[in-house]
């Protein structure tokens, strides 16, 4: 079944490690975006990928960094993390024909 | 930055009651109008779109109403159900564009 993939759901770090958030898609859609969602519930974008090897800041600056070295794959970096980085991780991906966007579950972020 | 402005920010219904969610636009080059519904723990999915050729589009209990002119447009869901409460985005998008979103509406249907 085409979908959409986060993992992990739930993540606990303490301040100062680095953290990869996967996410993969099987659905072969050019590009993908990670969203930032505090509680506040509004969706910020910080990247987003229009291709293999192309990726771009979104509008919300983030002090993470993206990767898109395959179609499917495009994860999120966090070289350091800070408390100020806990938040919910939504990554997406849409097909250049297909306005509608297919988001994953998620990732919860805490950092201590 | 283009915006969607989107209102109400909450929203508390009886069961059976129509809620209604409003959103408008600016940009005038946009020509497809999402929906989205996220339940708690989960990420939005796509509810129901609509192009602006249409002024309105029914998908079950879902309407969206579309204004062109005062570039706006309306989510409404007849018969609402305590599943139905969630929280709803309405979005935008033209061309080769990103997505600009809304600021989210939670929606509780009370039994």
């Known amino acids: 079944e085409a979908d959409i993939y986060q993992t992990p759901r739930y993540l606990v770090i303490g301040t100062g490690k680095k953290i990869t958030l996967e996410c993969s898609q099987t659905?072969?859609?050019?590009?993908m975006y990670w969203y930032q969602q505090d509680p506040g519930m509004e969706l910020h974008l910080i990247h987003y990928s229009y291709g293999v090897n192309s990726t771009e800041k979104g509008d919300l600056s983030s002090e993470s960094t993206v990767s898109r070295i395959r179609t499917e794959h495009f994860p999120l970096t966090l070289e350091s993390a800070r408390p100020s980085h806990t938040s919910q991780y939504l990554c997406?991906?849409?097909?250049?024909?297909?306005?509608?966007?297919?988001f994953g579950s998620g990732t919860r972020l805490t950092v201590v | 930055q283009q915006q969607v402005k989107q209102s109400p920010q909450s929203l508390i219904v009886q069961k059976g009651g129509i809620p209604i969610i409003n959103c408008a636009y600016e940009n005038t080059a946009f020509d497809y109008f999402p929906w989205y519904q996220q339940f708690p723990g989960k990420g939005p999915a796509l509810l129901i779109a609509?192009?602006?050729?249409?002024s309105e589009k029914k998908e079950g209990r879902f309407t969206i109403s579309f204004n062109k002119s005062a570039k706006q447009f309306s989510l409404h869901i007849m018969d609402s159900q305590p599943g139905d409460s969630a929280t709803y985005f309405c979005a935008s998008q033209g061309g080769y564009q990103k997505v600009t979103f809304g600021t989210g509406t939670k929606l509780q249907v009370i039994p």
């Open positions: 609509i192009r602006p050729d249409v």
């Open positions: 659905m072969g859609h050019d590009k």
């Open positions: 997406a991906s849409s097909d250049r024909g297909n306005y509608g966007y297919t």
